[in-house]
T-cell receptor
């Protein structure tokens, strides 16, 4: 089974702190994604990566950066956390294949609190 | 731009059928997905349908696609309390960029 793990289920941070959210997948997937989930808004794509050291902006990249130094790990960084970044953060991965119906596999999420 | 809309809440009695509806705007969507999110968990793919199909059935799940009206529905037969969750509709052209609806909270009353 594909497994996508996120380093924390809950994180409590203060406004202005630097926050790291880590995601690891064990299926050698090329593509990895970071979303945030907010009530009434569904999931919105922050950043994604097609390969090591490659990244592309999603729909809401402002206030975030990412790092992909190893294939299995994709990190989301909040340089200076703000109150409007209180949210649930979901990581996903997907193999790069020609069959387009291959789905994204999601981690359990990290809820960022206390901003 | 792309947009996916769902009703936010549905309440049904155990044993009844549930129908969750979704509309989308991107006519180039190739794949349409239904995901389930149980409390405290990530998203789990329930089923998907190609845009050239009208219907797909998988055990208690039936997906109907009206491409002309850009309308997608998920029917859950014999709804159980374990089906209580948030259900997300999503569309994609290539499986990478997914556009999600806001999610429908399904509450099953015993």
């Amino acid at each position: 089974d594909v497994k996508v793990t996120q380093s924390s289920r809950y994180l409590v941070k203060r406004t202005g702190e630097k926050v790291f959210l880590e995601c690891v997948q064990d299926m050698d997937h090329e593509n990895m994604f970071w979303y945030r989930q907010d009530p009434g808004l569904g999931l919105r794509l922050i950043y994604f990566s097609y390969d090591v050291k490659m990244k592309e902006k999603g729909d809401i990249p402002e206030g975030y950066s990412v790092s992909r130094e190893k294939k299995e790990r994709f990190s989301l960084i909040l340089e200076s956390a703000s109150t409007n970044q209180t949210s649930m953060y979901l990581c996903a991965s997907r193999p790069y294949r020609t069959s387009k119906q291959e789905t994204q596999y999601f981690g359990p999420g990290t809820r960022l609190l206390g901003l | 731009g792309e947009d996916v809309e769902q009703s936010l809440f549905l309440s049904v009695r155990e044993g009844d059928s549930s129908v969750i509806n979704c509309t989308y705007t991107d006519s180039s969507s190739t794949y349409l997905y239904w995901y389930k999110q149980e409390p405290g968990a990530g998203l789990q793919l329930l089923t998907y349908i190609f845009s050239n199909m009208d219907m797909k059935q998988d055990q208690r799940l039936t997906v109907l696609l009206n491409k002309k009206d850009k309308h997608l529905s998920l029917r859950i037969a014999d709804t159980q309390t374990g089906d209580s969750a948030i259900y997300f509709c999503a569309e994609s052209f290539d499986g990478n960029k997914l556009v999600f609806g806001a999610g429908t909270i399904l509450r099953v009353k015993s």
